[in-house]
């Protein structure tokens, strides 16, 4: 199914006049050099989520060598869809696991498909439909219970203070290299389409419990939480009065009334000192041009300057990172109790644990080898940009 899906994908038209940024350029690189083993690709990614990416729940983790990447080339869809589920079923195993890890853990999980054909494809109803299948594969579908294009899963660790083991939810996102340069541009990625998760509420809990950062870390996950949709990408510098949607932007935090938030029933959660940046934003609601929960969201795809949105933009929730009273909250940051036997029944006994086996390493001339690591090097050179600086942490 999949070289029908790679076969119908048409050339980008618009990309011809509107050329990668360099970042992505750059990255493309190392990534489609065919002489790149996946560890190197894998490195490119990492450094892109650590610097590139806008969420700073997603660059905290890379930073920290808390992000799983899984990589599916072309020659792994070309194999066929019983490959591509298997590898995928493995990669999700291999995360999981490595969530229960005391020291290191993994809190995030970027899938990354790596194609040419895809990064230069058009976004429209046949990357639609093989972003979907790629997605359906990894077992993380929307519900059939509601319409709303939400893909979500657990994530475990070992309660410190009990014998349980604790699940956090989290949600789906999609990016694209077609996002490069367009309205969605926060949600773009080198190599061709990826998915992504970030368990907040796993690296919260796994900070107060294990880390050693303190017992309390409500105000650092919501500062982050808030900068994240502040720091929207604006593809026009910033207008007097603001107004983020002329900006370009994708997100943008509220402004307080009266100084009330949009829930007026919820206080400001912060315990301490506000950031400047923060003061007089709303700590419930934000509004955007997409809806943060969703994963492949239709509009990108719809290859329009402006998306449907615009005129009405979502209205997004804050409160699930510290509103104990909400459901919301347990599932994702506080902790849903587990049963160690279901959780091994989803991951394997310890028992049967393996190592990963190597990733794949082509037999390449040294000429070929030294190219891409001095590729490689332009990318981490990302790390010296000011304006990818660490932000809150």
């Not at 070309?78 to 490959?83: F, I, K, L, V």
């Not at 995030?108 to 972003?131: C, E, K």
Request: hydrophobic residues 35%.
């Amino acid at each position: 199914m999949f070289k029908e899906l790679m076969a119908a994908l048409k050339g980008d038209h618009w990309r011809r006049e509107h050329a990668f940024s360099e970042d992505i350029r750059q990255a493309h690189e190392v990534i489609h050099h065919p002489f790149a083993t996946e560890d190197e690709i894998a490195e490119t990614l990492r450094l892109w989520f650590e610097r590139r990416q806008p969420c700073l729940f997603g660059r905290y983790a890379a930073k920290r060598g808390g992000i799983h990447i899984a990589i599916l080339t072309e020659r792994d869809l070309n194999e066929g869809e019983r490959h591509v589920k298997a590898k995928l079923d493995e990669e999700k195993r291999l995360w999981k696991r490595r969530a229960l890890d005391k020291q290191y853990p993994e809190h995030s999980f970027a899938l990354a498909v790596i194609s040419p054909a895809l990064a230069f494809a058009a976004p429209d109803d046949n990357l639609l439909r093989l972003a979907t299948r790629v997605r359906d594969l990894t077992g993380w579908k929307p519900s059939k219970a509601t319409n709303a294009p939400v893909a979500s899963d657990f994530l475990y660790l070992k309660g410190k203070h009990d014998p349980f083991y604790y699940g956090f939810k989290f949600n789906l996102d999609f990016f694209g290299a077609a996002g490069d340069g367009r309205w969605w541009h926060d949600h773009r990625v080198p190599g061709g389409i990826a998915f992504t998760a970030n368990a907040t509420g796993h690296m919260k809990q796994y900070q107060e419990w294990y880390g050693g950062e303190g017992p309390d870390r409500g105000d650092w996950f919501l500062r982050l939480a808030m900068q994240t949709i502040s720091l929207a990408h604006r593809a026009t510098p910033r207008s007097e009065p603001a107004d983020p949607r002329s900006e370009g932007r994708i997100t943008w935090l509220l402004d307080l009334v009266d100084p009330e938030p949009l829930k007026k029933s919820i206080p400001c959660p912060f315990k301490g000192e506000v950031l400047n940046l923060l003061q007089g934003k709303d700590w419930t609601t934000y509004a955007g041009l997409i809806h943060t929960d969703h994963n492949i969201r239709k509009e990108f795809f719809e290859d329009r300057a402006r998306p449907s949105s615009y005129s009405k933009p979502y209205l997004n929730d804050f409160t699930y990172l510290y509103a104990t009273n909400e459901s919301d909250f347990v599932k994702f940051t506080a902790g849903v109790r587990v049963g160690e036997s279901e959780v091994f029944a989803e991951i394997g006994e310890p028992s049967t644990w393996a190592t990963r086996e190597a990733r794949r390493s082509p037999q390449r001339p040294a000429a070929e080898a030294a190219e891409v690591r001095r590729l490689l090097g332009a990318c981490k050179r990302w790390k010296e940009d000011p304006e990818a600086a660490d932000m809150a942490f």
